[in-house]
Structures are given as structure tokens and as C-alpha cells.
């Protein structure tokens, strides 16, 4: 097997899996930057934001600045050798995810830098978390954030004044995944909106910040969530580093705090298909897994034992296409909005995670799907059995990377995501799946 690399060509650099590491030491192009800072009634914090910008060591001529005011009695005062642009929405109460999009919007770079107003950046900050967006077109960077008092000391911490703490979860995150290079299907919940950084391309691709969001947080993880399902790159830049002036909201002493991540885990349930997010016993209009399964070679019994077989692993909706499903399906008569007849639209399987396709009587025992995920390693998995039946297990992550490059990379879908994420081929046995009878016996 040859060694991983990054892949070159005319449309930007891309990796395998998420092999930031293979551009380590590779400078990235002096690109147009756009800074989008969220602002509502934070002068004092604004003021030090835009010195704190004038001071980066990064090109002025190809820095701008954004600021999205979220309905402000009175609109920001901007103070800024820098090129500086102000948008204001409505205020309708708490809307920072709006507010980015309407920076966003109005941004001129390539690269969008999200910085909230109250997170000061020190002076090598947008040189550091904009290099991998440079070079990676599908890649999402996240800074440090530290934490201290700023309004008391007026400017960024010396050595030997006093800060706050990280929070531990976030730092053993970091340090347990090294920096996001061993990012995983949870790793959405270390991207903080607040030190975010991604081409714009990428961002419109994506579709934004999600604007039902109307309290604080959440709408970082979702975003986040939805680029990773995309293919993103996701890569921690520790020396990316912005002070926010304050502790982290997890450490302010309010008793309204668990009800309010109550309000945020609900908000995201129905959005993110985390199984760790739907861990209450209630099915959400998102499934995990969407299957398709082809009727083709089946009778109406084999068919119902296939697509109940699948049925059993959780957060999976069917679909059953082919000439004869929707006969098929109709002798059932099932009341079950897990399957449908038919191919899932894109709007479908936008927030899912895994993709499988089944063609002949394959039959899933009840280790299936964690197996067929261990051998795809995050990539494809194709298990062949008798009678010309098949099974794929794919992630939506790779099909949607491979989408993205194979035109770039000169191959067909299938072969850019056997490059970028791996194809094996595996016996049915391994993975706990056989061939049923083509006429079972339902009978009790």
C-alpha cells in the first residue's frame, strides 16, 4: 500500500481522510480574508477587537473586516486602519447565527474568519488559522480560545497577569485527538463558532449558519456537524490563539444554565444525527442511516425480511425502489414512516451519517452494521454474497468529499473516494450477513 499524500491539483490541494498533517510546514497562499465579528451593545470589546486586527501580521491589503451588528440601540463606532464594513439586522432578540450569515453575505474574501466581538485575537492569529483553509478549499479550522479579564486589564494578558481557565473538556479534547487530526463523528462539539475559520466557498456550499438558532449556542456544533457530513477537513490551530474577556460560559455561576443546554440539546436532536444526541427513546424526521433497497429478485416475503433485518439497527429509514416496491410494500400493510418507496432526495440524507444499498435477499444479523463500519474504517465497504446479492456501506462524509474532487482528481465518484477515504471488499460472514430464502416462511 503506498504511503498517504496530499493531492495537488488546479482546484486547490486536498488529503486523504483527515490528513491535515501531510501540509504540515506548507505555507498557504496570501489569500483575501475576510474578519466577521457578531456584535450587539459591545463597544468597549469592539474597540479592542479592531486594535487588536490592525496589529496582525498578516498582509493589510488583503484583510477586511465585517461587523454583523444583531439590532444595536445605537450602531458600533469603528476606529480601523483596516478596511471596515458594517451590516446590522433587526433586533429580534438573540440571532448571532443570522448575524454571521449577514456578515458572511457581505464579505468580500476568500477565506471568512468568524471572531466574536468579546475574543481578542493576538497578533499572529489570522496568519495561523487561515494557512490550512488556504491551501484546503474543504478544510474548517478552529483557534484556541483562552479567557481572562480584558475589560479590567484593557488589552490582551501580559506574562504574569492573571487568566482564567480553559475549559479541561475542551483542552483534553484537543490534546486527546491531537488537535482534531484524529477527528471522529462527536469531533463537531470542539469547533467553536467564536475562533472559526473556512473558505467562503465552502461555507455557501454548506449552506451557513443555521438561523433558527435563537438563543445562545448550538449553532457552532450544527454547522459543524453539517461540514463534517460535507467532508471537511477539521483541524485545532493551538497557536491561533484569541482571549475571550470573561470565563467560558460553563464556568459562570448561573442556575438557569442546565435549563438553557437542556434548550440547546433539543434544539440540536432533530438536526444531529449523533447517536449520542438520541439517546431518549423518540425517532426524529433525520435518520443516521438511510438505505436504499432494491426490489429487484425479491418476493413480497423475502423482501419484508431484508428490509426489516435493517429495520432493527436503529436510526434507519428504507427506502425500497424497483418496479415492483411500491406492489411489495403495499401487501404489507405497514404503518411505518421508516420505509418508503422510492430514492431519498439529497434534502433527505443531508444530516445523515452512513449510506447503504442492498441489492438481492441480504439479511442482517445483529452485528451488521458495527461491523460493516469497523471494516469500512470510515471509507466503503462492499460484502458480496451468494445469488448476485450485495451489500454497500458507505458514509455519507466520503460520498460527499468524492463528489467534490473526482472531476478535480481526473476519476469517477467511486474512485476518488476509494483515494480519499479507502474501498474494501469483505465476505458476508465477516460482517454478519447472509442470504435469506427467496420464499421464507412468515408463518407463527
Not at 271 to 292: F, I, M, N, S
Not at 347 to 362: H, I, K, L, N, P
Amino acid at each position: 500500500m503506498s504511503e498517504p499524500r496530499a493531492l495537488r491539483t488546479a482546484s486547490g490541494t486536498t488529503v486523504p481522510g483527515n490528513r491535515w498533517d501531510l501540509l504540515d510546514g506548507t505555507a498557504g497562499a496570501t489569500t483575501t480574508v475576510s474578519v466577521v465579528v457578531p456584535y450587539y451593545r459591545q463597544q468597549t470589546q469592539l474597540d479592542l477587537m479592531l486594535a487588536a486586527l490592525e496589529r496582525q501580521d498578516y498582509p493589510r491589503d488583503r484583510l477586511e473586516v465585517i461587523v454583523a451588528d444583531d439590532g444595536s440601540p445605537e450602531p458600533p463606532r469603528v476606529e480601523c486602519a483596516l478596511p471596515v464594513t458594517v451590516v446590522t439586522q433587526e433586533d429580534r432578540g438573540f440571532r448571532a447565527a443570522a448575524a454571521r450569515n449577514l456578515g458572511a453575505a457581505a464579505a468580500t474574501g476568500d477565506v471568512l474568519c468568524f471572531l466574536d466581538a468579546d475574543t481578542i485575537p493576538e497578533p499572529g492569529y489570522v496568519s495561523a488559522l487561515v494557512r490550512l483553509p488556504a491551501l484546503v478549499p474543504d478544510a474548517l479550522t478552529v483557534g484556541r480560545r483562552r479567557h481572562a479579564d480584558l475589560t479590567a486589564l484593557g488589552r490582551l494578558p501580559q506574562p504574569g497577569d492573571p487568566v482564567l481557565d480553559e475549559p479541561a473538556w475542551l483542552v483534553d479534547a484537543y490534546r486527546g485527538s491531537r488537535d482534531l487530526l484524529d477527528a471522529d463523528d462527536r469531533s463537531y462539539r470542539h469547533v467553536i463558532s467564536a475562533v472559526m475559520c473556512c473558505r467562503r466557498t465552502f461555507f455557501d456550499e454548506i449552506g451557513g449558519f443555521d438561523e433558527s438558532f435563537t438563543s445562545y449556542g448550538g449553532e457552532d456544533w450544527e454547522l459543524a456537524n453539517r461540514a463534517w457530513l460535507a467532508g471537511a477537513v477539521l483541524a485545532h490551530v493551538p497557536t491561533a490563539v484569541a482571549w475571550h474577556d470573561g470565563p467560558d460560559w460553563a464556568g459562570r455561576p448561573d442556575d438557569r444554565r442546565r435549563d438553557a443546554k437542556n434548550g440547546e440539546a433539543m434544539s440540536l436532536a432533530p438536526l444531529v444525527t449523533d447517536p449520542a444526541a438520541r439517546r431518549h427513546g423518540v425517532r426524529y424526521a433525520v435518520p443516521d442511516v438511510t438505505a436504499v433497497v432494491h426490489s429487484a429478485g425479491h418476493t413480497a416475503a423475502s423482501l419484508i425480511v431484508t428490509v426489516g433485518s435493517i429495520l432493527r439497527h436503529g436510526d434507519v429509514t428504507v427506502w425500497v425502489d424497483g418496479d415492483e416496491a411500491s406492489s411489495f410494500v403495499g401487501t404489507w400493510g405497514i404503518d411505518d414512516p421508516r420505509v418508503r418507496v422510492g430514492a431519498p432526495t439529497a434534502a433527505e440524507t443531508r444530516r445523515s451519517r452512513v449510506a447503504v444499498e442492498v441489492g438481492g435477499r441480504a439479511v442482517f444479523g445483529e452485528k451488521a452494521f458495527e461491523l460493516l463500519a469497523g471494516a469500512g474504517a470510515g471509507g466503503s465497504v462492499r460484502c458480496t454474497l451468494p445469488d448476485g446479492a450485495f451489500v454497500t456501506h458507505e458514509t455519507w462524509r466520503a460520498r460527499r468529499r468524492a463528489r467534490r474532487w473526482a472531476s478535480a482528481l481526473g476519476v469517477d465518484e467511486k474512485a476518488a473516494l476509494a483515494l480519499l477515504f479507502g474501498a474494501h471488499t469483505v465476505d458476508g460472514h465477516a460482517v454478519d450477513v447472509t442470504t435469506g430464502p427467496l420464499r421464507p416462511d412468515l408463518s407463527w
